[in-house]
């Protein structure tokens, strides 16, 4: 019998009940949400169960949801099935303050690098990983720059053309900008005119 999303949400109901929520399936790929403290227990039985046989960790990365109170970062797992060629995605999440996931590394050594990189970036602390320390950054860094609290541009610099950046339509450099022959400087602009530029 050929493995399909169907019959994969239909074992994990049966083993883990409504604990799962949230499924989809975007873009074919079966997705649904657990509870942090099961994610060892989920993926124990992914990889164990002899129909399912999810032994392949492809990715791991985190999210930043600012706006969820309680829920902020979620760790995404990517897992597929080689035999069958399926590919499924759960997420964990977990409060900004504490921001405590099992670590997967006992079953997939793939984990140590990607938990690595997640933590590096997103803060996340991964229990039970055997060496959580940054990868890419440097050690003295005392944030985590994947996290939407740091604005996306330098607000104040006057050096950019907004023309680079898609938003044209007027010429000039940084925060003045030439309307014919007037020069209009971003904190003078009307709502209509900053909407018309994006």
Known sequence: MSLNNETVQQKLT?????????????????????PKDQN????????????????????L???HYPDSKGAELAVVYHLHNLTDNIRI?????TDIKTPDVFSATALYQSANFMERET???YGVNFVGHPNLIRVLNVDEMDYFPMRKEFPL??????????EMFGRG???????EKVAGEATIAEDQKTETEREEEI
Do not use: C, H, N
């Not at 049966?14 to 657990?34: C, H, I, R, V």
């Open 40 to 59: 060892l227990k989920i993926l124990q039985f992914l990889f164990d169960d002899d129909a399912l046989k999810f032994r392949f960790l492809t990715d």
């Open 119 to 121: 933590y590096d970036f």
């Open 61 to 63: 990365q985190a999210v």
């Open 169 to 175: 339509g007027m010429q000039g450099f940084g925060t």
């Open 89 to 93: 995605r759960f997420k964990v999440f």
């Open 14 to 34: 049966e083993k883990f009940g409504d604990q799962l929520t949230d499924w989809s399936e975007p873009y074919g790929m079966l997705t649904f949400t657990a």
């Open 153 to 162: 541009e330098d607000q104040t610099r006057i050096d950019k053309d907004d």
